[in-house]
C-alpha cells in the first residue's frame, strides 16, 4: 500500500491477482498525484497525457505534485472530444511518445476524461509492447465508469471503440473536485453511466438516486462520494469477476450501449449527442422495448423515464434530434456492435429495476416495428 492517503480519501481495490490496483476516491488527489504514483514507479519517470481544456485546469497542479515527489515528467497535450480517439491521433501520440525518451519502465499518467483514458491507456497498452498507466479521471462519466477496468480503446472509420486492448491501469485516482470545473452538461451525461448502476443491479442504489440527484448534481461532496465509491465498487466487482467480458457479468454494464453505440453513430458521434446522453436514452429505450416484450413492468419503464427527464437527459430519439424514420439506419449500426455474435444483435434488458440480463437474437422484427413507433 501507499504511504501517506489523503485524510478525506477513500480506497477500493479491484482484484484481479497479481494486476490488482487500487482506486482512490475523494477531493484533493490530483495534487497528491506524486506521492501515490512513486511507490508504484519502476523509474521516477512520468509523461502525463491530457487534453487541453483539462491541462488548463489540472496540469500544473499535477506536475507540482510529480515534481515534488522527485518524478521527471513531460506532458502530451491532445485537442479535446471524441474526435481525438481516431487512428490519426492515436499514430501522433504513439510518435509523440517514442520522440520523447521513454522507457519501458515511465509511466503514462492519463489526466482526462474518457477520450483521454481510452486513447492514452491503449497507447500504454502497445508502446514499447506496453508501459504501466495511471488514470486520473476528470469527468464524472471517467470517475464512474471509464477509468475503472481496463478497456482501452480508439474509433475506426468502421466504428466506435473497435480498436483497442483490455489494458489494466496500475491506480486510478478519482479526485472527485476537478469535477468542479466540469460543464453541467457533461456532469448530468456521466451521470447516465451512475444510473447505469442501480438499473443493472442495486435497486437500492436506484432508490437513493432518485431521492438524492439532485445533491449529486450540486456536487454536495458527501452525495458525490457515495454516488462514485457506489459505482467503482459495482465496477470493481464485475471487472473482477469477468475481466474479458467473456461470461455475462461484464456484458451487463453495457446496458443501454447497443442502443446508446447506434444512436451515437447516427447522430456523428459529436456534440450533438454526448456519449452519456446515448447512454441514457438507450437505457430508456431498453426498458420501453422490454415493456412492449412484457419483460419489465410499465411501472418501472415510466419511473425509469421519469428519471433520466428529471436530470435532463434525453429520453426520446425526438430530443436527439431522429425519429421513427431512422429505424433502419438505427438497427444496421446495432448490426455492427461488438457484442453481434453470428450476425444476432445482442440487448441488455432489464426484468426489473435492479436486474438487468443479455438478450442474444433480439427479435430484430418486433425492434425495428418498436424503434420505427418511437417518436
Ligand atoms: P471527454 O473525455 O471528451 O470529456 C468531455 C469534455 O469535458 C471534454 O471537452 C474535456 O476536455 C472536458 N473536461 C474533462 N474534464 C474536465 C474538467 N474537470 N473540467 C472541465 N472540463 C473537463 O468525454 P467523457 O464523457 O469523459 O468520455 C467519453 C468517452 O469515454 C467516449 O469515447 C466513450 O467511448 C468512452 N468510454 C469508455 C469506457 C471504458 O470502459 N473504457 C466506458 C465508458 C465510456
Ligand atoms: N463500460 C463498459 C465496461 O467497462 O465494460
Known amino acids: 500500500m501507499t504511504g501517506k492517503q489523503p485524510a478525506a480519501a477513500q480506497r477500493l481495490t479491484v482484484a484481479l491477482g497479481e494486476r490488482s490496483y487500487d482506486i482512490l476516491v475523494g477531493p484533493g488527489l490530483v495534487a497528491r498525484a506524486g506521492e501515490e504514483i512513486a511507490p508504484l514507479m519502476r523509474r521516477r519517470q512520468a509523461v502525463v497525457v491530457t487534453d487541453a481544456t483539462v491541462a488548463a485546469h489540472y496540469l500544473a497542479p499535477l506536475e507540482a505534485s510529480l515534481g515534488a515527489a522527485g518524478i521527471a515528467h513531460h506532458a502530451i497535450v491532445l485537442p479535446p472530444g471524441e474526435a481525438t480517439k481516431d487512428l ?55 470517475q464512474v465508469d471509464s477509468s475503472v477496468g481496463g478497456k482501452t480503446a480508439i474509433n475506426t472509420a468502421a466504428g466506435k471503440n473497435l480498436v483497442g486492448a483490455f489494458y489494466q491501469p496500475r491506480l486510478v485516482l478519482i479526485d472527485t473536485a476537478t ?125 425509469v423515464r421519469d428519471h433520466l427527464d428529471a436530470a435532463g437527459l434525453p429520453t426520446t430519439l425526438g430530443a436527439a434530434g431522429l425519429s ?18 453470428d450476425g444476432g444483435i445482442t440487448l441488455i434488458l432489464p426484468r426489473r429495476i435492479g436486474e438487468a440480463f443479455v438478450m442474444r437474437d433480439a427479435p430484430v422484427a418486433r425492434l425495428r416495428a418498436f424503434l420505427a413507433a418511437c417518436d
Open 324 to 341: 421513427g424514420t431512422a429505424a433502419d439506419p438505427l438497427l444496421a449500426h446495432m448490426g455492427k456492435d461488438k457484442k453481434v455474435r
Open 88 to 142: 490519426a491521433h492515436f499514430g501522433r501520440l504513439i510518435d509523440d511518445l517514442l520522440s520523447s525518451g521513454i522507457e519501458r519502465g515511465t509511466m503514462l499518467v492519463a489526466l482526462g476524461g474518457g477520450v483521454v483514458g481510452d486513447i492514452a491507456g491503449f497507447a500504454a497498452a502497445t508502446v514499447l509492447r506496453g508501459i504501466d498507466f495511471v488514470q486520473i479521471p476528470t469527468t464524472l462519466l471517467a
Open 179 to 303: 469535477l468542479a470545473t466540469l460543464p453541467r452538461r457533461e456532469l448530468r451525461a456521466g451521470y447516465a453511466e451512475t444510473v447505469k448502476y442501480g438499473l443493472i443491479a442495486d435497486a437500492d442504489f436506484f432508490s437513493w438516486l432518485d431521492a438524492e440527484n439532485r445533491a449529486v448534481y450540486d456536487l454536495d461532496a458527501a452525495a458525490l462520494t457515495r454516488a462514485v465509491i457506489t459505482s467503482c465498487r459495482m465496477k470493481a466487482d464485475i471487472v473482477a469477476a469477468d475481466e474479458r467480458e467473456t461470461g455475462d457479468a461484464r456484458a451487463l454494464l453495457n446496458f443501454g450501449h447497443t442502443f446508446g453505440h447506434a444512436l451515437e453513430a447516427e447522430t456523428g458521434f459529436g456534440d450533438a449527442l454526448l456519449h452519456g446522453e446515448a447512454v441514457a436514452l438507450g437505457m430508456a429505450l431498453a426498458f420501453d422495448f422490454a415493456a412492449e416484450l412484457g419483460l419489465v413492468s410499465a411501472v418501472d419503464a415510466r419511473r
